[in-house]
C-alpha cells in the first residue's frame, strides 16, 4: 500500500507539473506573434525587443523619455542604413489609454514595413530615404491601467498625480503639449477627461516627443498621430478660423489617404480640420508639429463611428488595420515623393536651364 501510495503521489506531481507547463505560452517571435489580438504592455515590449533582434539591418529602438511612474518610453527607428542624413516620419499611438486599436495598428504598420521592403521596389526606396520612428505606446502608464479590470478599462489621461486642490490622477496628453494650450476645448478641472494639465509639457509623455521631434526637425517631414474612434482624418489645426498656411495640400493629401482606406474594405473616412468634421481643441501633438514647421501632420482617429467605440472588438484588427496602414502608406508616399523627386527634378530643371543658358552664350559668342 506505501508503494502504491507512493505512486499515487508521484503520478499527482506529474500531472501538476504537466499543467503548469502547458499554460506557458511558447516564446514570443515575430512568426507566432498575433497581430489580430490586443497586447498588454509587456507583451508589446516584448516585441519590440524582437523586432529589433530578428532585424538588425533595418531596426534598432532607443529610449527617449521616461513616463510618470518611471516606465521608459521607447521608439522603434525603422530605416535602411546610409552614411547621409535622412527625413523621418514620425508616428506615435496610444497617446490615449482606451484606444486599444491605436497601439495594435502601430504594430501592423511596423510588420507590413518590414515584410514587404525586401520585396517591394518602392517601400525599399522609402526606406533608403527615410527613417520611420515609431512609438506604439506614449501613454504607457494609462495603457497599463487599463488593463487592471474592467473598471479602469475605459481610462484615457495619464497617471500623474493631481494637484493639490483635486483628487483625480492624469492628464489628457492630446491638451498638453505648446499649441494654443489651454485655450478651447480643454478643462482646467483635472477631473474631467480633457484636463490640460496644470500647465503646458506638464506631463513627461508630451516632454519626452517634444524633446525627440524637435531636436530632428528640420528633418521631420510627416507627423502622424492615431487615435481611435470616429473614422477621421484630422488636418492642422484645432483651433477656429485658423487654418495651416498648406491647408489645401493637407486636405488634398487627407483626401487621397481616404479613397486609398476605401479601396480596401469599402470604409468610409471623413477628412478635415478639428473645428469642421469634429470639434475644437487646442494643445494637440498633431498643431504643435505643425506649428514648429513640420509640413505635414495628421491625425487618424481609426474604427469605428461609436458601435463599439473605445472597445472594439478583436475581429475588426485586422480589417481596421489592413484599411488605415493603405492610407497611411498614401500620404507618406506622397510626402517622399514630393520631397525626393520633385526635388531631383528642380534641381534637373534648374542644371538644364544653365546648361542652355551656356550653350545660348556659345552660340552667339
Known sequence: MLRLGGFLVFTQLLLGVYHVLSDIKPLVTLENYDYTKYHPMEEIT?????VVKENPEVASSMVYGNTFEGKN???????LNSTKSKKVIWMDCGIHAR?????????WFVKEILRTYKTDEKMNTILQNLDFYVTPVLNIDGYTYTW?????????????????????????LNRNFNANWGMIGVSRNCCEEIYCGSGVLSEKEAQAVTTLVESMKDRVICFLTIHSYGQLILVPYGYPEVSAPNYEELMQVGLEAAE???SVHGTDYTVGSPPDVLYANSGSSRDWARLIGIP??????????????FTLPENQIQPTCEEAYAGACSIITYVHDKVFYNAATAITSVWAALLMSC??????L
Open 46 to 50: 516584448s516585441w519590440m525587443v524582437m
Open 73 to 79: 518610453i521607447s521608439v522603434l527607428k525603422i530605416g
Open 99 to 107: 484606444e486599444w486599436i491605436s497601439p495594435a495598428f502601430c504594430q
Open 148 to 172: 487592471h479590470n474592467e473598471s479602469s478599462r475605459l481610462w484615457r489621461k495619464s497617471r500623474s498625480t493631481p494637484p493639490k486642490d483635486c483628487s483625480c490622477y492624469g492628464a489628457d
Open 260 to 262: 486609398a482606406i476605401k
Open 296 to 309: 505635414f501632420s495628421f491625425t487618424f482617429e481609426l474604427r469605428d463611428k461609436g458601435d463599439f467605440g
Open 359 to 364: 550653350l545660348t552664350s556659345v552660340i552667339f
